[in-house]
């Protein structure tokens, strides 16, 4: 089964610097492309970073680009996200997705693209 366990969220001043990190465990990781999305109160997820299933490859929304980067350690199943210049708008839960389908090929940008979630973990920016 697999599972995906976010960490790292918090309160952080405009700015500022934090650094999400997503577990996974239950099967080879290293074989799957990994996401990064967020969700506002109010608002529908949106997608945030991906990165393919060596590392080789990473795509962000322009709303982060040159702020947020993706990465992953194969070697301890995680996938990081360092988020720096954090603006209060960045304000969201923070869920980190994988899909079923090993050795993806392009960019998956959509939710549907992904099959299993974390449960989240908040970062609230402030101004």
């Known amino acids: 089964q697999v599972q995906l366990v976010e960490s790292g969220g918090g309160l952080v001043q405009a700015g500022g610097s934090l650094r999400l990190s997503c577990a996974a465990s239950?099967?080879?990781?290293?074989?799957?492309?990994m996401g990064w999305f967020r969700q506002a109160p109010g608002k529908e997820r949106e997608f945030v970073a991906h990165i393919n299933w060596s590392g080789v490859s990473t795509y962000y929304a322009d709303s982060v680009k040159g702020r947020f980067t993706i990465s992953r350690d194969n070697a301890k199943n995680t996938v990081f996200l360092q988020m720096n210049s954090l603006k209060p708008e960045d304000t969201a839960v923070y869920y980190c997705a994988t899909r079923a389908d090993p050795y993806g090929i392009g960019v998956f940008r959509l939710v549907s693209d992904y099959e299993y979630w974390g449960q989240g973990t908040r970062v609230t920016v402030s101004s």
């Open positions: 239950g099967r080879t990781y290293s074989h799957y492309d």
